[in-house]
């Protein structure tokens, strides 16, 4: 059996090189992509743009027609499992078990990753006590809300550590407390070295918290750099992301995502 090859937190925490994947039509067309360990980065598109189907070519969820997948130098395609070791993906629709209950369905979750109890207990009560869900720890699932339901996925996306976090719509069904806590949380994550990958709909979002932002449209990566990148990208230094996103898309403003 070979070596379960060692992530290097001194390579990219994410590369992707040619990545394409079709239905039919091309839905990510020879994606070029490099995002750094401790890098808040904003993937933003139209509707239909191919965000999410590359993010879940990176987690392993969909096989790529072609092109590569590099995570912190491990060959996601040829060692998924060493791969999504350090990986997490937290899709728009939060997926719990209704009937177990925050603490119950983190303890699950760590042990699908093979976190010792003595390591996930305290990382499950520090987290939860961070979203604001202590209080509900032991109730079950069931009864929350859609916003207290992708806290909870979100504290189970974090609980075996991962260097990489991919998030789809995060903040969908957070009230402003809420989504403070998250972003908080995500810009701590991003502080001890874990790179971000955030999609959002709320473009003010990515303004505030990204280091870089990259426009993929039709597939393709059309503009990317920091928020003055691509405002020269543009042709406007002082247009705000809504407008740079506008200009470089073509996208009406009711579908800016």
């Known amino acids: 059996m070979s070596d379960v090859p060692t992530p290097d937190a001194a390579r990219p925490a994410l590369r992707l090189q040619n990545l394409s994947k079709s239905f039919g039509r091309p839905a990510v067309d020879s994606l070029d992509l490099t995002i750094r360990a401790g890098e808040f980065y904003a993937l933003l598109g139209p509707n239909g743009a191919g965000k999410t189907t590359t993010l879940r070519m990176v987690a392993g969820l969909l096989p790529p027609d072609s092109g590569s997948i590099s995570i912190f130098g491990v060959d996601a395609l040829r060692e998924p499992i060493a791969a999504k070791r350090v990986t997490a993906w937290l899709p728009d629709e939060p997926m719990l078990y209704d009937k177990l209950t925050p603490l119950e369905y983190l303890e699950f979750v760590a042990g699908l990753w093979g976190v010792p109890p003595q390591v996930a207990e305290p990382r499950a009560d520090e987290l939860l006590a961070t979203l604001g869900l202590a209080e509900n720890a032991h109730a079950r699932c069931e009864g929350f809300s859609r916003g207290m339901k992708q806290k909870v996925a979100l504290a189970g996306a974090l609980i075996h550590d991962p ?10 069904g957070l009230d402003a ?3 403070r806590l998250v972003k908080d949380l995500l810009r701590e ?3 001890r070295g874990c790179a971000v990958i955030l999609t959002t709909h709320i473009l003010e979002v990515a303004e505030r918290l990204a280091d870089r932002i990259g426009i993929i449209q ?10 003055a990148d691509l405002q020269r990208q543009a042709g406007d230094g002082s247009a705000t992301l809504e407008e740079v996103f506008l200009r470089l898309t073509g996208a009406p403003a009711e579908r800016a995502a």
């Open 177 to 179: 407390q809420a989504a």
């Open 163 to 172: 260097k990489l976090l991919m998030l789809d719509e995060p903040l969908t």
């Open 189 to 191: 994550r991003t502080r």
């Open 218 to 227: 039709h597939g393709r990566l059309v503009a990317e750099g920091e928020l």
